[in-house]
Structures are given as C-alpha cells and as structure tokens.
C-alpha cells in the first residue's frame, strides 16, 4: 500500500480534485507502473462533463506511459524497469469477441471498464474508507496506477515517454480505423472531419494507404495547416466554406471514406452528404450517451453505408509494435501531436483546451 497524488472526479460537471489517495499493491496478473506522461483526451472530457455516465468517485485519466515499478503474482511479460505504454482495452483473450479476432470488444474489458473495477471485481485505489473507481482500467491522472499485465505494452529506449503516451488511444484509433476498421486502399479518397490527436492519425494513415486527394475538415485554420503536415492534400474550414460543395468540387461525386472524428451528432450527418454512392461513413469519435443521429433513408438506395469503429478496431498488442517500427523508421510522426505541456495541477486548463479547440493534444508530465 501507498499513498499517490491523483485526479479525482467526485461529480459531473465539477472541478477533478488533486489530492493523495491509497493505492493498494498489486494483486495476482497486475503491476504498478510510475507514469511519466498522460494525455488528455475528449473521453477524459466527456466524463468530467457528465456526457458519459461512469461510476463516481473515480480516478480520471487512459492514456499514457510509464515504468514498472512492481509486478504481482503470475505476472510473466514485463517486468520492474520496464517501459510501457498503457491500453484502455486490457483484452482477455478467451472471451467471446477474443476469441474471434476482436480484442479491442473484449467481454471481460468491457465488464471492468461498465464497472470501475479490475479484473477481480474491486478497485486498488481510495480516500479513507471511500472506494475510488478505474477509468478504463487505467486512471493514469496519478502519480503511480495499478494495472492488469494486459494494460501495457513494453516500448523501447529511444521513443520519448511523453509523447509514446498517445499511443494508447489517439495513434492506435486513429491508425486502426484506417487499416483496420476501413481498410482505406491506394488511389481511394479521404476525407476526415476534425483535425485533433484521433483526427491528424486517420490522416497521416490514410496517406501511407495511398489514399488521394485526403481532405481535413476543421472549423480552425491552424489545425487544417497542422493537419496537411500529416499527410492532408487539401484543407476545407467548415466555418467558412460549404463543405459538401467543396467536398464534391474536389472529388467528383463525393469521397470514398469520411471519417468522422469529433463524435457529434450533427458532424456525422455532416459527413454522410459528403460520401458518394456506394461510400463510407466511418464513426470514430465518441458521441455522448443519448445522443442520435437522424440520416435520410432513401440514400441507401445508393447504397452508402455507416460504420461504427471503436479503439480502431485495433488489436493492441499486434499494432503498438507495428507503429513503433514505422516511427523508428521515420515513416510515422508522433512528435507534431502534442502542442502543450502540463503538471498534474493544470487538468482543467488541459480540458479547456479540448473545449476550445485549441491545439492538439495536451499533455501532463508527472
């Protein structure tokens, strides 16, 4: 057991207070991992804001790296000094969607995340005798989090742990929806509405698929130049400009793929007038719980299609590896995610920024 400095969300809607917590030792197949860097991501934001229902009090926090610093019982794959990068989706690969091919649906993930808990049922973490919830079996706003061996994914020397930390969401979605849950093909066009840490990763996948003309849509001006450095062809200012008519001057009868990236409902619809007949919506940003989408039903008699994509279909362990090769070899960027840097204490400005738009990804240093 051991005390640890966290960020902690009582209620929607309210401030997440920092304050020391308890964190208990790792049980049987989990470790304790010392972070180092945490991104701030919209699903971070949605639950401080009460657009996705969780259990409260819980610890915030689902992307990020760190070092082992313990390891429990059955714990085989890494070990104390080992660099890890951490996985929202700690798949068990018996369940039934495991056992398909589908980890990133894991049964058992999914049980822990709808519950606060880790993979025994209870939490490694309070205040007195107050039982504080796991984000996604991370809560990486901490000092030091408890982990299933699952969660994380050993990562070598030379990548900088500040900015490996998007790999666990905004890389991993952002890549995966491209390769994996799509299967963007050479010459096929793109186009991908908001240009955040998901948004700029279906970009820059998208151009090593091939794909052209690749278009980034954004309501700000910087994040559509940051997004052409990713691979974008072209660049359309939804504020200022008609999407659809400059979507359809661009390429013809509208794009293969729209990748929507931002989770709000009018978006989606947004993106739906902008594939051509036989195209693709694929939905990668998180809505919140209730909202709804309304399309016209006689368009699929053109047979356009919606696709749903969660964590980019990705299958962790198999494409973490995969990615760290491309950056190494200089066929992938991470270092042009992160715009802003800041301690623990500065969450809410953090969130602020998610807010307002401003930037890309931030990032806290612990």
């Not at 996604?136 to 061996?149: A, L, R, T």
Request: proline share 5%.
């Amino acid at each position: 057991m051991m005390r640890t400095k966290a960020a902690v969300l009582y209620e929607a809607g309210q401030v997440a207070v920092i304050e020391e917590i308890v964190l208990d030792t790792p049980h049987r197949g989990e470790m304790l991992v010392r972070m180092e860097a945490a991104g701030v991501c919209h699903s971070d934001l949605h639950v401080r804001d009460g657009h996705l229902p969780e259990p409260l009090p819980m610890v915030l926090g689902h992307e990020g790296t760190g070092v082992v610093v313990e390891v429990g019982p059955g714990v085989t794959d890494l070990q104390p000094g080992d660099r890890v990068v951490l996985t929202l989706v700690p798949a068990c690969g018996h369940c039934y969607f495991c056992r398909r091919g589908e980890p990133h649906l894991c049964a058992t993930s999914g049980v822990m995340a709808a519950g606060g808990v880790l993979g025994d049922g209870t939490s490694r973490m309070r205040i007195g005798t107050q039982t504080l919830h796991h984000f996604n079996s991370v809560s990486c706003f901490s000092e030091y989090i408890v982990v299933p061996q699952e969660g994380a994914a050993k990562i070598p020397d030379d990548v900088p742990l500040e900015i490996a930390a998007l790999l666990g969401c905004a890389v991993v979605t952002g890549v995966g929806a491209v390769e994996r849950t799509a299967g963007v093909r050479p010459a096929e066009s793109v186009a991908v509405i908001g240009c955040g840490g998901v948004g700029l990763n279906i970009i820059q996948a998208a151009s090593l698929s091939g794909a052209y003309p690749i278009i980034a849509i954004d309501v700000r001006t910087d994040k559509i130049e940051l997004a052409k450095t990713f691979g974008a062809s072209h660049g359309i200012n939804s504020r200022d400009q008609d999407a659809y008519a400059a979507i359809h001057e661009i390429a013809g009868y509208g794009v293969d793929w729209a990748f929507e990236a931002l989770g709000n409902p009018r978006t989606i619809e947004q993106a739906w007038g902008l594939i051509r007949a036989g195209g693709t919506v694929v939905v990668v940003g998180l809505s919140p719980k209730g909202s709804r989408v309304s399309l016209p039903a006689f368009d699929f008699i053109s047979e356009k299609n919606i696709r749903g994509c969660f964590y980019g279909s990705s299958r962790f362990h198999a494409d973490v590896p995969q990615i760290l090769k491309r950056i190494q070899a200089g066929r992938m960027r991470i270092d042009g995610l992160v715009s802003h840097s800041v301690p623990l204490e500065g969450l809410e400005t953090a969130f602020e920024r998610l807010r307002s738009g401003d930037g890309a990804r931030t990032i806290i240093h612990f």
